[in-house]
Nanobody, 121 residues
Framework: QVQLVESGGGLVQAGGSLRLSCAASGFTLDDYAIGWFRQAPGKEREGVTCISASDGSTNYADSVKGRFTISRDNAKNTAYLQMNSLKPEDTAVYYC??????????????WGQGTQVTVSS
């Protein structure tokens, strides 16, 4: 059974940092792109960032460029999202996703349950 489990969310003041983790079980992340998404109350889910499996290339939403960094540790079967200089508008439930393709831009097959990030002003 494939499971993605996010952790590391919480409450932080504006300007602070958090590191989210996405641990996979029943599935090997090595060959697949990994994405992070977020959904704020009353808003649609949006893509935050993605890292490919082929060459580790990354892309970021404009709203997080220069503040967020995605990474992966295939040996630990885990992906990370380092979030710095957090803003209140970053408040959302954050989800990781994978499966489907080695490249970003394709549909993800597996999703985690999400972790809440709340940034206070």
């Amino acid at each position: 059974q494939v499971q993605l489990v996010e952790s590391g969310g919480g409450l932080v003041q504006a300007g602070g940092s958090l590191r989210l983790s996405c641990a996979a079980s029943g599935f090997t992340l090595d060959d697949y792109a990994i994405g992070w998404f977020r959904q704020a109350p009353g808003k649609e889910r949006e893509g935050v960032t993605c890292i490919s499996a082929s060459d580790g290339s990354t892309n970021y939403a404009d709203s997080v460029k220069g503040r967020f960094t995605i990474s992966r540790d295939n040996a630990k079967n885990t992906a990370y999202l380092q979030m710095n200089s957090l803003k209140p508008e970053d408040t959302a439930v954050y989800y990781c996703a994978t499966g489907g393709s080695y490249a970003c831009g394709y549909e993800f097959h597996y999703w985690g349950q999400g972790t809440q990030v709340t940034v206070s002003s």
